[in-house]
């Protein structure tokens, strides 16, 4: 790799309304938004990576300006040869402002967007897929699920609409109250095809006492996990309990932060399988490592993702790097930040979708028909 620096950090926010909220037990969302980064280097070579602002979307002005002020000077005009290690020194240099400022995820979401940025440009320089670069030696075909599916009727149509997609897993959110809960499980789970499968997402939506009240009325549904029944910063106990009175794994790792956490979950046997966001803390440098120490502990790393279309290319790429069970989440909610972007690009066959061919990301995203959408866009230059 050449000895070029970082030139040019760039934030552009983009927010999109939607005819059909997106309902959640911690709220609903009435738009989408994203922030996407492009990075830039001294031979001009352009790297894309994307910060998680996906609730509240008030957020995404914030983080790009975190990007802007106090990430982005951090690393403008250094080496960007070994990423890993400038997200070390990069994540080590936060620690006090994330305390002084009350600000951890925002902060380390800035950080994770540059991070995947850096890595898109490191493979481009190398001429190699960004899975490839990772460390991925597959090349079949990925595993999918839709995600993001509301509650109520609405769950068993979408599924329906899915199916005729391709897709062939399906995770559809609950924490609405019983009757609630089991109105959009049942007509899904009594229609499901062979090999089909069904998870559930509580969203930290329930206290123990309510999680251990709710969980057995879920085993008739036969699901392949149960995602965040419990806060995520709840005591260990009480995840314990939560464990014990489950039907099916727990899932959960989008809102853990630092890789001692990370391996605190994985060694605690608690978890089935492990969801880091790359876009929500540590990029590629801290999630990869979290993965791979996921797969030699037994478990199952998803990655988590509900944004827009870099985020999920990173989470593809990250994915196919380290293989294993696990299954490639895909919001599927309407979202042009993410479909006008990719295009046919991640179409699902079967239930999987075809890993991109060319460098990086395999993406050259084009912003020009998101002009109408844009709310900020911000540039720093070394």
């Not at 552009?12 to 037990?25: D, K, M, Q, W």
């Not at 980064?37 to 002005?61: C, H, K, L, Y």
């Not at 994330?98 to 890595?119: E, F, I, V, Y």
Request: net charge negative; proline share 6%; aromatic share 6%.
């Amino acid at each position: 790799m050449s000895s070029a620096v970082l030139q040019k950090v760039e934030a552009h926010v983009f927010r999109v309304p939607i005819e059909e909220p997106v309902r959640t037990s911690f709220g609903t969302m009435t738009e989408r938004a994203a922030v996407f980064v492009r990075v830039e280097d001294s031979d001009g070579v352009p790297g894309w990576g994307e910060i998680w602002s996906n609730f509240p979307t008030m957020s995404a002005e914030h983080r790009a300006l975190l990007l802007a002020d106090i990430v982005a000077p951090r690393v403008l005009g250094r080496s960007i040869d070994d990423p890993v290690s400038l997200w070390a020194e990069i994540d080590r240099g936060l620690h006090v402002l994330r305390l002084q400022s009350g600000d951890a995820g925002a902060l380390s979401a800035a950080a994770a967007g540059l991070d995947l940025a850096l890595h898109d440009l490191c493979a481009r320089k190398r001429g190699l897929a960004l899975w490839r670069a990772l460390g991925g030696s597959d090349g079949r075909p990925l595993p999918v699920y839709a995600s993001g599916l509301n509650p109520g009727q609405a769950a068993f149509d979408t599924v329906e609409r899915l199916r005729g997609s391709g897709y062939r897993a399906f995770k559809i959110k609950i924490g609405f109250g019983l009757e609630t809960d089991r109105e959009s499980l049942q007509p899904v789970a009594a229609t499901l095809q062979s090999g089909e499968r069904l998870m559930v997402d509580a969203n930290q939506g329930w206290d123990v006492v309510t999680a251990c009240r709710m969980l057995p009325e879920l085993r008739e549904f036969g699901l392949t996990w149960i995602e965040e029944p419990l806060a995520a910063d709840r005591p260990a106990a009480e995840w314990i309990q939560v464990a014990a009175a489950a039907p099916a794994p727990l899932a959960g790792g989008e809102n853990i932060r630092g890789a001692g956490a990370f391996q605190q979950a994985i060694e605690s046997g608690l978890f089935g399988f492990l969801q880091p966001d790359v876009a929500k803390w540590g990029g590629h440098s801290g999630c990869l490592p979290v993965a791979r120490a996921a797969l030699a502990a037994g478990r199952t790393y998803c990655p988590h993702f509900l944004g827009g279309a870099i985020g999920l290319m990173h989470s593809l790429h990250l994915l196919a790097a380290v293989r294993g069970p696990g299954l490639l989440e895909v919001d599927a909610n309407r979202n042009p930040l993410r479909e006008d972007v990719l295009g046919s690009l991640l179409d699902v066959t079967d239930g999987c979708v075809t890993l991109p061919d060319g460098q990086g990301l395999g993406l050259e995203p084009d912003l020009k028909p998101l002009a109408n959408f844009r709310s900020l866009h911000i540039e720093r230059r070394a």
